[in-house]
T-cell receptor, first 114, second 115 residues
Framework: ETGVTQSPTHLIKTRGQQVTLRCSSQ?????VSWYQQALGQGPQFIFQ???????GRGNFPPRFSGLQFPNYSSELNVNALELDDSALYLC?????????????FGEGSRLTVL | DAKTTQPNSMESNEEEPVHLPCNHS???????IHWYRQLPSQGPEYVIH???SNVNNRMASLAIAEDRKSSTLILHRATLRDAAVYYC????????????????FGKGTKLSVKP
């Protein structure tokens, strides 16, 4: 069983640029959520995708957007990058059924904005 | 989701038991108690969850107070690999589909394990 994989693992961008991060969910999981983790903080929920539709969102501006594809993989796009966007971006997948809420996380993509 | 309170840090010796406390005085009757841990340079990893009764799995045990206002994650024999940040999180089992993936993380407890 393949776990959650994310790419790239590290990247550096400059302020104002755009970035796309990718996530392959665990086999059989149809729900993907994205988190931002600043240094020394716990992860913060950005949004969730279920069957290619965004169906839950945290307190993040519209320049944070995403996609989910028919194979349930997902992308996180961030436009007009700001210095504060520097963080570890985590993707998590879940079966989407049941309510126990166990999420399976990838190792994250570390974004540095200069 | 209700809020949890954890100590910022704890220390343990290798091969000794570790008890990680979590207070959740405003827990509702429909909140599950979840624990995740995050090893250095990795994403969070599910550890255990429970509702009312104590729970055991291969990684840890979860002891839940009778009034459910606190819980304790128990690592029976700490190893160096258990050094991580441990997060206690409440999840409402009635959460609508759109918030299934929304876990509210605090800062957690940073566990250090000494050889």
């Amino acid at each position: 069983e393949t776990g959650v994989t994310q790419s790239p693992t590290h990247l550096i961008k400059t302020r104002g640029q755009q970035v796309t991060l990718r996530c392959s969910s665990q086999s059989g999981h149809n729900t993907v959520s994205w988190y931002q983790q600043a240094l020394g903080q716990g992860p913060q929920f950005i949004f969730q995708y279920y069957r290619e539709e965004e169906n839950g969102r945290g307190n993040f501006p519209p320049r944070f957007s995403g996609l989910q594809f028919p194979n349930y993989s997902s992308e996180l796009n961030v436009n007009a990058l700001e210095l504060d966007d520097s963080a570890l971006y985590l993707c998590a997948s879940s079966p989407g059924t049941g309510s126990t809420g166990e999420l399976f996380f990838g190792e994250g993509s570390r974004l540095t904005v200069l | 989701d209700a809020k949890t309170t954890q100590p910022n840090s704890m220390e343990s010796n290798e091969e000794e038991p570790v008890h990680l406390p979590c207070n959740h005085s405003t827990i509702s009757g429909t909140d599950y108690i979840h624990w995740y841990r995050q090893l250095p340079s990795q994403g969070p990893e599910y550890v255990i969850h429970g509702l009312t009764s104590n729970v055991n799995n291969r990684m840890a045990s979860l002891a839940i107070a009778e009034d459910r206002k606190s819980s304790t994650l128990i690592l029976h024999r700490a190893t160096l690999r258990d050094a991580a940040v441990y997060y206690c999180i409440l999840r409402d089992w009635r959460a609508p589909g759109g918030s299934q993936g929304n876990l509210i993380f605090g800062k957690g407890t940073k566990l250090s394990v000494k050889p």
